[in-house]
């Protein structure tokens, strides 16, 4: 399947290492809005202008759309699910099902297939989520985040006044794994599953007391979680926070038996070193469906829940039987 | 849909549990090949004779088989996927593919659909395995099982001389679980990553020191790997081990990036306290989707493989993006 990337940032760079791991994909093409001459991709695969996407047509079978959630993707995926079979990682999941009605409509007027919120949360997380809830229908799941670079706090603490560049990473709390890896069921407040670590280069003079103060007190932020503030170097920052390292868990626990006297867990875990590596790799898993499903004939939206296991892997259904199952 | 269950042992009392945790569905009726007087119900859910099954077709949407691997899924999945949409849990793993064959041929001539395998290995442990090396291509996957019994290892101890009842758990090794979280890809033999535990009745009189010795040097079963015999009374083993729990951990470890630097590890762990009960879960969840895939005009064999996880759920297509996704 030939494969193109539109936009070249964390994601769109995972996109294409993705592709070199993947023998049944090809990379025709990066297109970015920036000017291409200005662009150099990491193999050296072909850079072209975005607004040129149309004339490659030919050479697309399935376009990975590698914008950020906030302000590109709502555009984006619905104006190119017009012309091209798409796959995207939109991951606000508040706004999932208006970005789903809009691609939906968009990629049934022309006849091509979407995918949105491929990745690991909205994603592989999700999966677990579903499945959980079909398997044990007397339980509760949980979500833990973490140990993991958060690029929306991180952006939430650059922007106090002082703050020259931070890191925020979200940790996910031992005890209240433990607790619910028990079976207990417990009810968590947002303070008892993770606790917050900010890392934060400040400008010089400026009143490190009163940035700390901004940060931990910061509403939907920090204000419902415990949080420590680490002033450090620039260079500490560029040695020792350059990473991208996220994960989690997902949980699934259940009772069972005639008077529910059976306890169940199910656990889900990532660690993973590069958040946008991992994400990369099930797009390209995820365009590998889009490619069959759209040669079958289906259109319109989809996401990661109508997707069969199958389609995402470049075995046959007899090497899966033989091999996975 | 209206369910019935076909077989009445450790996973047909789990189906006919796990029916009453999913209210789309209903149980209509228990087939049996003991005299149906014979058979009380745990939920009072009616019984009848096996051979009766086709009179009751019109009242059964999925036949859930509940037999054993070894002697009864082979001659009766082919022979019910003639007549019935029908699901089963074939664990043999070796023997998947001729099974699926056969039940495919049967399923594809009588227009009906059939699923086989499902459960939890193969299931979800295989949809893990799945997801794992389609998601890391540049990967290794790593299965533990346990801490949990093992019936065929069990049922291999009862057959020595002077054995009146065993039982055997199957353990991870601690030591490995973590070498494989490392992400360092190890290489593991048998012993390396399980030990067995195996606790025996003797009969009054029976050489001990012998039973120890034909346990622990039996090939395939116990010779490749560390394994204790620790001889209790009947009372010991009706009170300590009269339960039926396992679960064990699926392992994807992988690197990504342009020089293989990031290391990325997905794991996933069953904690089940009924191994029978669980896998009833699953097959009702299965049977969910074969209902639904059937009503779509689908015909012949399926594994969980083929089934989109949205079919898996009770919730609608906007309740899961809203929900879960």
């Given at each position: 399947m030939k494969l193109a990337i539109y936009g070249y940032g964390n994601i769109g760079r995972g996109v294409e290492c993705a592709v070199r791991q993947n023998p049944d994909a090809e990379l025709t093409g990066v297109f970015t809005r920036r000017p291409p001459e200005s662009v150099r991709t990491l193999t050296g695969a072909?850079?072209?202008?975005?607004?040129?996407?149309?004339?490659?047509?030919?050479?697309?079978?399935?376009?990975?759309?590698?914008?950020?959630?906030?302000?590109?993707?709502?555009?984006?995926?619905?104006?190119?699910?017009?012309r091209f079979h798409v796959v995207d990682s939109f991951d606000t999941h508040a706004r999932i099902p208006e970005h789903f009605a809009k691609v939906d409509a968009a990629a049934r007027e022309s006849g091509h297939l979407a995918l949105i919120s491929g990745g690991w949360d909205p994603g592989m997380f999700s999966l677990s989520r579903l499945y959980g809830s079909a398997i044990l229908p007397d339980g509760k799941d949980y979500t833990f985040w973490g140990r993991g670079v958060s690029q929306g706090h991180s952006d939430a603490v650059r922007r106090i006044p002082g703050v020259l560049d931070a890191r925020q990473y979200t940790v996910p709390i031992p005890e209240a794994l433990d607790a619910v890896r028990s079976g207990s069921m417990p009810e968590l407040t947002a303070r008892q599953?993770?606790?917050?670590?900010?890392?934060?280069?400040?400008?010089?003079?400026?009143?490190?007391?009163?940035?700390?103060?901004?940060?931990?007190?910061?509403?939907?932020?920090?204000?419902?979680?415990?949080?420590?503030?680490?002033?450090?170097?620039?260079?500490?920052?560029?040695?020792?926070?350059?990473?991208?390292?996220?994960?989690?868990?997902?949980?699934?626990?259940?009772?069972?038996?005639?008077?529910?006297?059976?306890?169940?867990?199910?656990?889900?875990?990532?660690?993973?070193?590069?958040n946008p590596e991992f994400t990369a790799l099930v797009l390209v898993a995820l365009a590998r469906a889009?490619?069959?499903?759209?040669?079958?004939?289906?259109?319109?939206?989809?996401?990661?829940?109508?997707?069969?296991?199958?389609?995402?892997?470049?075995?046959?259904?007899?090497?899966?039987?033989?091999?996975?199952l």
């Open positions: 072909p850079v072209y202008a975005a607004a040129d996407v149309d004339a490659h047509a030919s050479d697309i079978d399935v376009l990975v759309i590698c914008g950020g959630s906030a302000t590109d993707l709502p555009g984006l995926t619905p104006a190119l699910a017009g599953k993770h606790r917050r670590e900010v890392y934060v280069v400040a400008a010089e003079g400026a009143d490190r007391a009163a940035i700390e103060h901004a940060v931990v007190t910061m509403p939907n932020y920090f204000d419902e979680y415990d949080t420590t503030v680490t002033f450090i170097t620039a260079e500490e920052m560029k040695r020792d926070h350059a990473a991208l390292p996220h994960g989690g868990f997902v949980f699934r626990t259940g009772r069972t038996g005639l008077n529910r006297e059976h306890s169940h867990t199910i656990e889900y875990r990532l660690t993973l070193d590069s889009v490619d069959r499903m759209a040669k079958r004939g289906e259109t319109g939206c989809r996401t990661i829940f109508d997707v069969t296991p199958a389609d995402l892997s470049p075995l046959s259904g007899e090497e899966l039987r033989a091999r996975l």
